[in-house]
């Protein structure tokens, strides 16, 4: 038996907060988590949204019931099945937003976001991927351990990761955090992390505290 692959065309959807237009100061990209859509998700992320503002939630290409075989759907970015081809469809799929959009042409701020399982997503497309990027914010998650050492040094160029997690997060404790700021050290990266009030989720303190970090930045 021998498995092979094809190239087919695939429709993708993204949600969007906010117009593209002369006054656009700062596009946000934001990755879900696990069994999130777009839709949902980008809701989180209101409080950012003002006329010079736009912001994109990539949708997962991997769709899925949460529940049986009907009700709720969810998405999924990847498996350990074939991941190295979903993690090229994927990367191929920020690529032609950015060409929808014509990000790369525009003297815009453009800042990513991951969150849990987007944290993976959202670090290959700011390490791995072709476009301009300003700034990465990883939330509960990390960079994975398969993205070379001096890409990382590299693309970081001495900037600190960002990383926040919630106080009172089950599934991503502070402790597993501390490992991951231990195993990123040990290759040179400098960490930035923040602690924020809440579980595994976006929320307004979060996002506060990542306001602050670019606000700091600019200055």
Not at 65 to 79: D, H, I, K, P, Q
């Given at each position: 038996m021998e498995l092979k692959h094809i190239t087919i065309n695939k429709t993708a959807r993204y949600a969007q907060l906010g117009t593209l237009s002369e006054h656009t100061k700062t596009i946000w990209i934001v990755f879900h988590g696990y069994g999130h859509l777009a839709e949902h998700f980008i809701k989180k992320f209101k409080m950012l949204d003002d006329d010079?503002?736009?912001?994109?939630?990539?949708?997962?290409?991997?769709?899925?019931?949460?529940?049986?075989?009907?009700?709720?759907?969810?998405?999924?970015?990847?498996?350990?099945?074939?991941?190295?081809?979903?993690?090229?469809?994927?990367?191929?799929?920020?690529?032609?937003?950015?060409?929808?959009?014509?990000?790369?042409?525009?003297?815009i701020a453009i800042h990513l976001i991951g969150f849990s399982q987007g944290t993976n997503t959202a670090s290959r497309v700011y390490f791995l991927g072709k476009n301009r990027v300003d700034n990465l914010f990883l939330i509960a998650g990390s960079v994975p351990d398969d993205i070379p050492k001096e890409v990382l040094l590299n693309r970081l160029n001495g900037k600190e990761l960002v990383l926040l997690s919630g106080e009172d997060d089950t599934l991503i404790p502070t402790d597993l955090m501390y490992k991951e700021h231990n195993r990123l050290r040990e290759i040179g990266v400098r960490i930035n992390h923040q602690v924020f009030k809440g579980e595994h989720t976006v929320n307004e303190d979060c996002l506060s505290k990542i306001l602050d970090i670019l606000s700091k930045e600019v200055k």
């Open positions: 010079e503002t736009v912001i994109i939630a990539p949708e997962a290409l991997s769709k899925f019931y949460l529940e049986g075989f009907s009700g709720r759907v969810g998405a999924s970015w990847m498996t350990k099945e074939d991941r190295l081809n979903e993690i090229e469809d994927y990367l191929n799929f920020i690529d032609k937003i950015y060409q929808e959009l014509g990000l790369n042409g525009k003297e």
